[in-house]
């Protein structure tokens, strides 16, 4: 069990959501977040690397932005819709660039790895923001 | 002139936006993370802690999607809309929360002075919002 | 197997430390960077505010260092010990400060489990330290 | 006046060193992770990009230590030396390695503003470790 998900089990205020719907979100932007970073460096390792820039930009974005939403979702007694609605979508709309991006490169192993990350991120945001409608 | 104004004057790639308008969110948006991390702390230095206890969130949430939103504006190279677009939304509504609760705070100098690096930000992101469109 | 795992087994660059040391001191830095802001948020929910204020500052700064070390051993190409050994140092320190203020709150189970994040980022951070001698 | 000198100016908890050091450092520090952000961004435009990969990994490098020190710092009521002392030396270590690379790179404008940012970050940096013996 995933320490957001022991955290959220024991959280002594009110969540605007199910703990295991937004555990795993928090889990899954974490994972993203990393992963995205790494590819970063993997991507400018390569030879190719004119090829790779826009990869190399959509993962800075990603990290940016998974980053910032898993933070804003721990916070979540403070739960403001317009602010967690605009940017779950802005986190599904890179995650979907991002593993698409990835998926062009799918032939790199450190790409296909990040395409799974991204995908897997993109779905938990989506999640949340059904749940949290 | 900042740092941010003068590397877009010399930005080798397009933008999508005017030049003067992008460096100046980014100012103002590294300006709002750095205010709300410090008034943050302030907040926690408080004798009335539970009364700053919505303050203190919301300056979280502000610094990390004003630091995020810097980074994906940076990278405008790779400008993708239904990425910025609400991502900017979303720092727009944080900045008027957290500007509104800071201004309840007033008489603590230190969330007067955050208030106007929230509301300053909160115009410079509806300024490219706009300006994107 | 975590995608830091993953993604190391295919790094198209040298790495200065094994693979699987490495790997699992960057989970261990995502895994305390994201249980410290979870804490931080619980820390803000509980009635005795004043006792906790330590405790979300140290929060706070476990998960500001702990991701830019994150950031920075994901990019082993470049690595420079200058930057990595004080860079982990700190790490160390700040994940036993925070460890300790948990421990402190250890009837707070979300203290309790933050405590397990720190001890065991601060492991990790110094395993890498011996391991990059 | 900067955002953070009014805020120091405010603060209504003990401080661990003179205010305008501590200010001027904070400023330096978000100015340094904003600019390095700026100029991998604009290293990724360039043509000769197998040039550009160590001064973009430094730069990645300097954005997230820069950023976490200047949150550490922000929170000096838990001036802990252990922890922001090797932090500081982190920072002294990248700003300088990351200012090197930017000189050998001066004849683009924006590795030359990059690395007046990255001079001026380290100076501070070294001032504030004097000061804070």
Sequence with gaps: MSYAQQLLDTYPGNLNADAALLAATIDALSDCAQACAADTDADLSEQNLTEM??????????????????????RMAEYDPSVARPLLEACVAICKSCGDECERHAHYEHCRVCEQACRRCERACRELLDALE
């Design 53 to 74: 820039v826009k990869c190399i930009r959509l993962c800075l974005d990603c990290t940016d932005i998974c980053t910032a939403t898993g933070g804003v979702i721990s």
